[in-house]
């Protein structure tokens, strides 16, 4: 048997190509796992469980469809959608993870993270994050009519845009203190995340142990999928 994660689908109706290649992996790839770790940002945006894009429906129908099934699909929050709750729980039959989640894959310990708390560089993402994370905010935002909490979002996502365009590759990638420091407070031989689009496997030495970072690309212009099972790993485009 073997475990599947992908990471930054970036769902969205205005690309319809990246459904269809989500929607047909769930249908065939999918079915043969043990179980699926999607590591954050599934979608584009998620204003809240109660404002569903019909064009999502489709895609939530068939994670209800591959858990029943009996594969277990875990979901963890990402920078674009940390709204999803209980009711995304209930009708798509995932599981939502915390980030981070210790998990025991195949007798290794391993850390699963969104990433974006690692890229500690980027201060003022990481004050955003902060302020739309804390649960006041969240019920405030969510107290808001579905309309204007598009409008918001779409707003926030022109200027997330904007500032990306000004600040450097080094200040948007993981910071190898905060790295060092997860493994160590976790007390972890691996970590695998996303976030960051850039796929690689990371060999690090820390405390005298040799330790992993697997970083997952993008579903769409790196199509980026992880296959782990009992004898290793594999990281490969996932079409």
């Not at 025991?104 to 994370?133: I, P």
């Not at 697997?214 to 212009?221: C, E, F, H, N, Q």
Request: hydrophobic share 40%.
């Amino acid at each position: 048997m073997f475990t599947y994660f992908i990471s930054d689908l970036h769902l969205s109706g205005e690309r319809p190509d990246i459904i269809k290649l989500f929607r047909d992996f769930l249908h065939d790839q999918a079915t043969q796992a043990e179980a699926l770790y999607i590591l954050g940002d599934l979608f584009e945006v998620w204003i809240g469980d109660d404002a569903v894009p019909s064009d999502m429906e489709p895609v939530i129908a068939d994670l209800s469809a591959l858990t029943a099934s009996g594969v277990p699909v875990f979901v963890m929050a990402g920078n674009r959608d940390f709204l999803m709750g209980k009711k995304f729980e209930k009708s798509s039959g995932c599981t939502l993870l915390n980030d981070p989640t210790t998990i025991n894959l195949y007798g290794t310990s391993t850390l699963l993270m969104h990433g974006d708390t690692l890229c500690t560089d980027d201060v003022d993402y990481q004050q955003f994050r902060s302020q739309v994370r804390d649960p006041a905010w969240q019920s405030d935002f969510l107290d808001k009519p579905a309309e204007e909490r598009l409008a918001i979002s779409k707003h926030a996502r022109q200027e997330s845009i904007k500032r990306t365009s000004e600040k450097s590759e080094v200040i948007m990638d993981v910071n190898p203190q905060a790295v060092e420091k997860m493994f160590r407070q976790h007390r972890i031989l691996q970590i695998i995340h996303g976030h960051t689009h850039r796929p690689a496997v990371h060999e690090l030495v820390i405390d005298n142990k040799t330790v992993k970072r697997i970083v997952l690309g993008d579903w769409y212009s790196q199509t980026s999928l992880l296959k782990v099972d009992a004898d290793g790993y594999e990281l490969t485009p996932s079409s």
